[in-house]
């Protein structure tokens, strides 16, 4: 059975929200759910009573209340309404108190009363979002759930279970567990069915399209720096590019240090070297050897890659043979790298682990070096994309009207961006933004919120410029693309 973390939900949550799904209305279908569930669980003459926290979890059993229209509810907060945490569980307070729901707003753990033992107790204390030690009042609230003897039905996961590793100080002994959309990890597990009973998952109106859509809510899992931070705690990258073209390795650059990283470096031959250097003051160049990348600069190579996070291959690069060659053996130095563009050419995905590369091809470029088909068809070529991930232990960043991210089986896709980005330069763009989020993130999540703010970048550009953009127009609009 499939399963989603806590962190994951939460970001489809903010990814909803953010392509017009609303939270509310999300709350409205799990409350909706988790009555109805219990309607067919429990008689009409069923006293049900509620322990309501002050977060999502207890909004979800405030809308339930109301939906559980002739049963006999009373309403247990745990603290005051004003202290409620969300704009939806405040919303479905108000709503619950203005129908006349008996509501009682518990502020000291001496008031919790002993629930009915002939009530069914609705458990909504915490939900996903548990962090740090149980309060005295949540603590208490706990053990007067679990000495009573009536049924439990907690809401997405007992409180005070951690749903993704399944920890507890002190947790909900339920009998039935009512989680919403799929279940989370800690529930599947056999020496916790004491605590969740029987599992039922509720549909709550996701559509499956935006669990692979990425979002708002993917960018908020994305590291962010620490007030103490020195520099280079925000990331350091080398770029190995240049030769036959000096401008693409600057674009990259530019864009990586417009998304945050603190360090960036380039390597490029002496031909292009101090052109490159000269398009800005913040641009920390060495020289390699002659016109194009080649083996004598391999030594020099070994001594950079080892100081940065993440290296970046391939623009600008060219593919004469001894640049292809040179490739080949600097590659499998570097402990993390993108490679887009040239560097792509000298992979060998049948002998080599790449398990810590994101790649950036386009179509033409992915077929070039898999030999595969990159069908029309979204599914389809999903699964070409996800299928070559997972056979060649890679994570690719295949770029197109819709971008199809893979990492292992999982696949993601992104829909910003806009036809006027085919203009030149904005591949160089978008690896720069790769590698910077590449230094302080696993490869999933810095592909696919690459692509999100490349493709975002470049709507707002588009906005201001029409068709006539350029990809140094797409770097200064990173920032306000980072923040949508």
């Not at 009363?113 to 208490?140: H, M, N, Q």
């Not at 002994?173 to 919403?180: A, D, G, Q, Y």
């Not at 292009?272 to 194009?292: E, K, Q, R």
């Not at 490739?327 to 050419?345: M, Q, R, S, T």
Request: proline share 5%; aromatic share 6%.
């Amino acid at each position: 059975m499939q399963v989603i973390t806590s962190t994951e939900m939460a970001a489809l949550d903010a990814n909803c929200e953010y392509y017009g799904l609303a939270r509310m209305q999300l709350m409205e279908n799990a409350g909706a759910s988790l009555a109805n569930i219990i309607k067919q669980k429990f008689p009409q003459d069923t006293p049900v009573t509620i322990f309501a926290g002050r977060g999502s979890n207890g909004g979800d059993a405030f809308v339930a209340a109301r939906h559980l229209a002739g049963y006999n509810v009373q309403v247990f907060l745990l603290g005051r309404g004003d202290e409620i945490k969300t704009a939806g569980a405040r919303w479905n307070f108000s709503i619950l108190k203005k129908a006349g729901t008996p509501i009682i707003e518990i502020t000291d753990s001496t008031q919790i009363p002993e629930p009915d033992k002939d009530c069914v107790i609705i458990d909504a204390i915490f939900g996903t979002g548990i962090k740090g030690r149980l309060r005295p009042l949540e603590s208490t609230a706990i053990d007067r759930i679990n000495n009573c003897a009536s049924k439990v039905v907690s809401v997405d996961v007992p409180s005070g279970l951690d749903p993704d590793t399944g920890d507890f100080e002190k947790a909900v002994r339920s009998n039935l567990t009512i989680t919403f959309h799929k279940p989370k990890p800690a529930l599947l597990r056999q020496e916790l069915k004491t605590y969740t009973g029987e599992l039922v998952t509720a549909p709550i109106g996701i559509p499956l399209f935006f669990e692979r859509l990425i979002g708002k809510g993917d960018l908020e899992r994305l590291a962010t720096r620490k007030p103490e931070s020195h520099k280079g705690d925000a990331g350091s990258m080398l770029i190995i590019g240049g030769g036959p073209y000096s401008g693409a390795p600057a674009l990259c650059a530019m864009a990586a240090l417009r998304c945050g990283v603190d360090l960036v470096h380039i390597a490029a031959p002496e031909a292009v070297s101090n052109i490159i250097a000269s398009f800005s003051p913040n641009l920390i160049t060495a020289a390699l050897t002659g016109n194009h990348l080649n083996e004598s600069d391999i030594p020099l190579l070994k001594k950079m890659i080892p100081t940065v996070d993440v290296v970046v291959i391939g623009m600008g690069l060219g593919k004469h043979p001894e640049t292809q060659s040179a490739l080949k053996e600097i590659i499998p130095l570097c402990k993390k790298a993108v490679i887009d563009a040239d560097g792509l050419y000298a992979l060998d995905f049948q002998q080599k682990n790449y398990s810590d590369i994101i790649i950036t091809p386009h179509s033409y470029e992915f077929n070039r070096i898999t030999e595969l088909k990159t069908p029309e068809n979204l599914n389809t070529r999903m699964q070409v994309v996800t299928g070559f991930a997972e056979a060649s232990n890679t994570t690719i960043l295949l770029k197109g009207k819709t971008d199809v991210i893979a990492k292992g089986s999982v696949a993601k896709i992104n829909t910003t961006g806009t036809s006027s980005m085919t203009v030149g330069g904005t591949g160089d763009v978008l690896a720069g933004i790769t590698a910077a989020l590449f230094t302080t993130n696993d490869a999933l999540l810095s592909a696919c919120c690459a692509a999100f703010i490349s493709g975002r970048a470049g709507e707002i550009c588009h906005q201001k410029y029409g068709s006539g953009l350029t990809a140094t127009d797409i770097i200064e609009c990173i920032p306000e693309a980072r923040n949508p």
